[in-house]
């Protein structure tokens, strides 16, 4: 203990210098201007591995060690790693000339980044369920889990072999109605989007579209939806023709001839 009406004085290290300053000086923002003012690539990608990376790496793994961000599954390296992935995304974002020091600044972005994605960890862990802890499953989870089935029943697989044939069939019954070059052309990239369809993840009709334009000689929009247009004349007519031999629908009825009554 000091004698009483002493006062402790803290001292700095020498220079005036913080632990902080060591690694992440004015030289370090310097660096950042720099990077942020030229063009070529190359030179870029100089500056911050040279002069930017090494503070990045120090701020980042000091922020860890110090506030103990942890992420399930994820090692201390990997999320320094991601955190400094996202300040080298911020970099663009400084702006020296608001007053605001490039160690405060990006202090701040790997802090709040940080403090989000331990936020997301912790969401999803206590969002998990395991299926082997049984006991924290409600009754209408076990119900789910014992009904679901890996595998399709016998009947289900025969529809779908049913469904396959039939598309099969359909879809000879539009080739065979094509004639023109662009219709060929168009129902080869129907076919091939068919063949494909649990490869392909499209959303919306426009992808659809753009798909077809990609892998056909009709990139006109106008073009493929008028060759489309008539495609789906064939479609509705290939169907009939198909639901009438797999007797799905009756033919037209003929008219019965009307009988006449033959006098005596």
Known sequence: MPPAGRKIIKRKPKGGA?????????????????????????TKTKIFVEG??????????????????????????????????????????????KGTKAFSYFNVVAKNFLICRSKQSHRIINTFTSLDDRETLSAHD??????????????????????????????????????????????KGIRVLFDNLEDLDFLNKR??????????????????????TVLKKYYKTAKEQLE????????PAQPEEEEVELQS
């Not at 913080?18 to 690539?41: L, M, R």
């Not at 077809?212 to 060759?227: C, D, G």
């Open 18 to 42: 913080t632990p902080q300053e060591f690694y992440f000086n004015a030289g370090t923002q310097d660096s950042i201007v720099e990077f942020n003012n030229e063009k070529d690539v190359k």
């Open 52 to 97: 930017i990376l090494p503070a990045f790496n120090k701020l980042v793994e000091n922020l860890i060690n110090v506030y103990g961000f942890q992420i399930q599954y994820e090692s201390r390296h990997d999320l320094q790693a991601e955190t400094v992935q996202f300040l080298y995304g911020a970099l663009a974002k400084f702006d020296p000339s």
């Open 142 to 187: 076990l119900e789910t889990i014992e009904n679901h089935n890996i595998s399709i029943s016998p009947e289900e697989a025969l529809i779908n072999e049913h469904n396959a044939k039939k598309l099969a069939r359909l879809l000879q019954l539009i080739q065979d109605q094509t004639a023109t070059e662009n219709e060929v052309e168009a129902f």
């Open 207 to 228: 992808a659809v579209m753009l798909y077809l334009r990609e892998i056909t000689t009709l990139k006109s929009p106008k073009q493929l939806s008028s060759v489309l």
């Open 244 to 251: 009438i031999q797999e007797g799905e629908r009756l033919a």
